[in-house]
């Protein structure tokens, strides 16, 4: 039940970020998908298993605000 709950609550909240930030999309479903099945500790883990390899400083540095906010968003 309580897994359920926990979906529930993310739904909602990344519902609410895509109305703010439409075009985050495909972090926000990256996250939601990983955070229901694999628990990922950072947006980091999260990007790496999107990308299939490890994202490196540099890549971050571009890609990572979106990644983190959304990320930050969807755990508060």
Request: no cysteine; charged share 30%; glycine share 2%.
């Amino acid at each position: 039940m309580f897994r359920w709950l926990k979906q529930r609550k993310l739904e909602k909240r990344a519902a609410d970020y895509l109305h703010i930030h439409p075009d985050d999309e495909p972090a926000v479903k990256a996250i939601f998908f990983a955070m229901m099945a694999l628990a990922p500790r950072n947006a980091w883990e999260v990007a790496s298993m999107r990308a299939g390899r490890e994202i490196s400083p540099e890549e971050w540095e571009i890609y990572g605000p979106r990644w983190e906010r959304a990320w930050t968003f969807m755990n508060r």
